[in-house]
């Protein structure tokens, strides 16, 4: 059973245009929702993270939307460049005993084009 | 400063022969992780590691996969035999588990197995 379900699984956007990814999940004790992203070859990297506290995070072009009593997420890459393209995963933890425990979503494979 | 290291960075053998990947975490890092990556898929954790302790290891195939942390650094997960349905790409990732709000894990750049 997918615990982050994350849609598309691909996205083609041309340079400039908005990038947007959409993540849901059932389990409320999740307690942080991070984003990585991961480049072909390489492992992911952490991009950004909200609190379920907090409707929105924005750090340079990224944006995370939180929407606690839905239960969903998304992220927002605005003016998105072809260095964007990349896989991101959203993700969600659990905290227990000082240890975050990470559950990723699938995965949306994005392509900027120029 | 260094990133997490792996070693190969690819591997292909035949079904039922041994493979073992090797990972150095980031200095300092406490806690180390490894996870598979099947294709098209995100990461799912294997074992965790804090120091040199096993403390989550429910999903790890126990009949054919193990793996060790000795001395608290320097990481091996070994298949033995490999099965057709192993090939993946095995992710170590490290992180300093503290008081910090979130211990923000960092990837190592996988070792991508294939098994014919």
């Known amino acids: 059973q997918q615990q982050v379900k994350q849609s598309p699984q691909s996205l083609i956007v041309q340079k400039g245009g908005i990038s947007i990814i959409n993540c849901a999940y059932e389990?409320?004790?999740?307690?942080?929702f991070p984003w990585y992203q991961q480049f072909p070859g390489k492992g992911p990297a952490l991009l950004i993270a909200i609190r379920p506290d907090v409707s929105e995070k924005k750090e340079g072009r990224f944006t995370i939307s939180f929407n606690k009593s839905a239960k969903q997420f998304s992220l927002h890459i605005m003016d998105s460049q072809p260095g964007d393209s990349a896989t991101y995963f959203c993700?969600?933890?659990?905290?227990?005993?000082?240890?975050?425990?990470?559950?990723f979503g699938i995965g949306t494979k994005l392509q900027v084009i120029p | 400063e260094a990133g997490v290291v792996q070693s190969p960075r690819y591997k292909i053998i035949e079904k039922k022969q041994p493979v073992a990947f090797w990972c150095n975490p980031i200095?300092?890092?406490?806690?180390l992780y490894w996870y598979r990556q099947n294709l098209g898929q995100g990461p799912e954790l294997l074992i965790r590691?804090?120091?040199?302790?096993?403390?989550?290891d429910s999903q790890l195939p126990k009949d054919r996969f193990s793996a060790e942390r000795l001395k608290g650094v320097d990481s091996t997960l070994k298949i033995q035999p490999a099965e057709l349905g192993d090939s993946a790409v095995y992710l170590c990732?490290?992180?300093?588990?503290?008081?910090?709000?979130?211990?923000?894990?960092?990837f190592g750049p996988g070792t991508r197995l294939t098994v014919l």
């Open positions: 590691y804090e120091n040199e302790e096993a403390v989550d």
């Open positions: 990732a490290s992180s300093l588990v503290g008081k910090s709000s979130y211990n923000e894990q960092f």
């Open positions: 200095s300092g890092h406490n806690t």
């Open positions: 389990n409320t004790a999740f307690d942080y």
């Open positions: 993700a969600a933890t659990r905290t227990g005993g000082g240890y975050q425990k990470v559950t």
